[in-house]
Nanobody, 122 residues
Framework: VQLQASGGGLVQAGGSLRLSCAAS????????VGWFRQVPGKEREFVAA????????YYADSVKGRFAILRDHVRNMVNLQMNSLKPEDTAVYYC????????????????WGQGTLVTVSS
């Protein structure tokens, strides 16, 4: 299974972006899907996750109220709507999927996308 993350780009502070995560096979219905981000020299950081079947969502405190993780049932994708972006949101964003016990633990995820770069200018 391959995951494809897309939607990154350059945006000014206060702006919005929507990231998308697609899978090469329809696996999301059985898994939790998460978004992580990483900047050079730092560990990969949990951003948000969703349980496809029940729609339960989880967010890092740093993005709560600004980001929303959403299911797209029609296209079988998971989107990350990012609003009120800040320069500190600049990172490579990765989507991941798996039968995770802890949504914040990156090692729990089985499948990873290649990452998409988000740059927020001040």
């Amino acid at each position: 299974v391959q995951l494809q993350a897309s939607g990154g780009g350059l945006v000014q502070a206060g702006g919005s972006l929507r990231l998308s995560c697609a899978a090469s096979r329809p696996i999301f219905s059985r898994y939790r899907v998460g978004w992580f981000r990483q900047v050079p020299g730092k560990e990969r950081e949990f951003v948000a996750a969703i349980t496809w079947s029940g729609g339960d969502t989880y967010y890092a405190d740093s993005v709560k109220g600004r980001f929303a993780i959403l299911r797209d049932h029609v296209r079988n994708m998971v989107n990350l709507q990012m609003n009120s972006l800040k320069p500190e949101d600049t990172a490579v964003y990765y989507c991941a999927a798996g039968l995770v016990a802890s949504v914040v633990d990156s090692t729990d995820y089985d499948y990873w996308g290649q990452g998409t770069l988000v740059t927020v200018s001040s």
